[in-house]
Structures are given as structure tokens and as C-alpha cells.
Nanobody, 125 residues
Framework: QVQLVESGGGLVQAGGSLRLSCAAS????????VGWYRQGPGKQREMVAT???????NYVDPVKGRFTISRDNNKNTVYLQMNLLKPEDTAVYYC???????????????????WGQGTQVTVSS
């Protein structure tokens, strides 16, 4: 069974840093793309940073220059280094992992994605 375990969230003052981790286990197909998303209070979930299957990295404008996404393929782990945090970064952060296949309830899917359970990041002013 696939599990995504996130860690590293917490309470930090504005200007501080946090490093989120997302460790995937139980994945039997190749991981293609990975990403971090967030959902702030009263807001819709939005993409924060992604690495696509070609290795191209994309960030949402408000985090450019402050956040860095990376992945360790040997450990099936995705990271999000967050620096110069602002109160508006307060949100639940979710990792998302795409694979080139999955078998769910005995049905094969060519492309599939998994979500982590979310980790709370709170930035105080």
C-alpha cells in the first residue's frame, strides 16, 4: 500500500525557515513528477512547486526566490525548503507524487497520483 508521510511543518516567525519532507513508500511503479501544494484558510488548494518528469521546476510566483523544491530518487523523498517565510504562507501543505502506473482495486492505471496527508505551516507576524 502506498503511503506518503509528510513532516517538517510547524510554527515559525516571519522571516524564518522550514524544510518539509515527503517520504513515499510502497510505490512499485516509477515516480515521474512530484509537487507541493497548499491550502490556506478559506482558500482553494494551489500549486506551490513542481518538478515534472523531465526535471523542469516550476514555482508559483509568490514563492519564487524563497522556496526550493528538490527530490531524492534513492529515498523516494521530496523536499520543500522554505525561507523568508511570510504570514501569507500559512497553510496546510500537501505533497503529490505522480507515477507511470498503479494498480488500484485490481485495475491498472497508466498514470496515477498520490497525495500526502498534509502538514500545517503557520507563520506568525
Amino acid at each position: 500500500q502506498v503511503q506518503l508521510v509528510e513532516s517538517g511543518g510547524g510554527l515559525v516567525q516571519a522571516g524564518g525557515s522550514l524544510r518539509l519532507s515527503c517520504a513515499a513508500s510502497g510505490i512499485t511503479y516509477a515516480i515521474t513528477a512530484v509537487g507541493w501544494y497548499r491550502q490556506g484558510p478559506g482558500k482553494q488548494r494551489e500549486m506551490v512547486a513542481t518538478i515534472d518528469k523531465k526535471g523542469s521546476i516550476n514555482y508559483v510566483d509568490p514563492v519564487k526566490g524563497r522556496f526550493t523544491i528538490s527530490r531524492d530518487n534513492n529515498k523516494n523523498t521530496v523536499y520543500l525548503q522554505m525561507n523568508l517565510l511570510k504570514p501569507e504562507d500559512t497553510a496546510v501543505y500537501y505533497c503529490r507524487i505522480f507515477t507511470d502506473g498503479a494498480i488500484v482495486d485490481e485495475v491498472f492505471y497508466r498514470d496515477y497520483d498520490y497525495w500526502g496527508q498534509g502538514t500545517q505551516v503557520t507563520v506568525s507576524s
